[in-house]
């Protein structure tokens, strides 16, 4: 089930998420005790960012935030997505947050690496209260790349996360994998921008998850709420 919701301009769409979020965060808390949820990087999402950080009525001692997926670079790294997390989300009320990294040191996600980082992870609740996507202009969503050499894993293992190299990768990545990322209460796609509207149209079209692996989330049967604005 897709429900897509349109909003005037980026400041506006940044609040009414960071509101859905906020109250997905306390309904997790109320009724599990600890809220969890993981986060896209790149350059949209840094006011949302900003406007659930700024949220006060909530107990962020009892919050865990991770990400959605990682540049395999150190957290000083200006391409870093735990970076842009801590800077943007993960301060004033939103300081006593845990932050979970998935980068675990060293140059390549080898095995090792992806075991420490999945020890880390299985200290997180079963269920993430949110998971909010992004969506490049390949269709590519998480780090779930088209030609991605480990992309059939990351879209079927239990994970929780798997290393990835694709060509429009850039750095060797690691990623949650979609079994995994689909436990959760709330399941958000955050795009901007007319180019990202049209991707989507068509990735809603028929064609091979492949070429477009967000059809992957699309097609999952699990509610995806999206959240777009110009």
Not at 64 to 89: F, H, K, P, Q, Y
Not at 204 to 211: M, Q, T
Request: charged share 20%; glycine share 10%.
């Amino acid at each position: 089930m897709l429900e897509r919701r349109t909003f005037a301009d980026k400041p506006t769409l940044a609040k009414e998420l960071a509101e859905a979020v906020a109250d997905r965060i306390r309904a997790a808390i109320e009724t599990r005790g600890v809220a969890a949820i993981a986060v896209s990087g790149g350059s949209t999402p840094g006011r949302f960012f900003q406007a659930l950080g700024k949220t006060k009525d909530i107990d962020w001692s009892k919050v865990i935030v991770t990400l959605v997926d990682e540049r395999w670079v150190d957290e000083t790294n200006d391409r870093s997505n735990a970076l842009l997390v801590n800077e943007r989300m993960l301060q004033g009320p939103a300081a006593t947050a845990r932050f979970f990294p998935l980068y675990s040191g060293g140059n390549e996600p080898d095995a090792a690496h992806i075991a420490k980082t999945n020890s880390l992870l299985a200290q997180l609740p079963e269920q993430f209260a949110a998971v909010v996507l992004g969506m490049g202009s390949d269709g590519h969503t998480a780090s779930f790349f088209p030609g991605g050499d480990t992309l059939d894993q990351a879209l079927s293992d239990a994970g929780p996360t798997v290393s990835i190299r694709a060509p429009g990768a850039g750095e060797p990545r690691i990623t949650f994998t979609l079994p995994r990322l689909l436990q959760a209460d709330g399941l958000y796609l955050h795009i901007e921008g007319e180019e990202k509207a049209a991707v989507l149209d068509t990735a809603l079209g028929e064609g091979p998850v492949a070429d477009m692996p967000i059809r992957a989330v699309l097609r999952s049967g699990h509610a995806v709420n999206v959240y777009w604005c110009p």
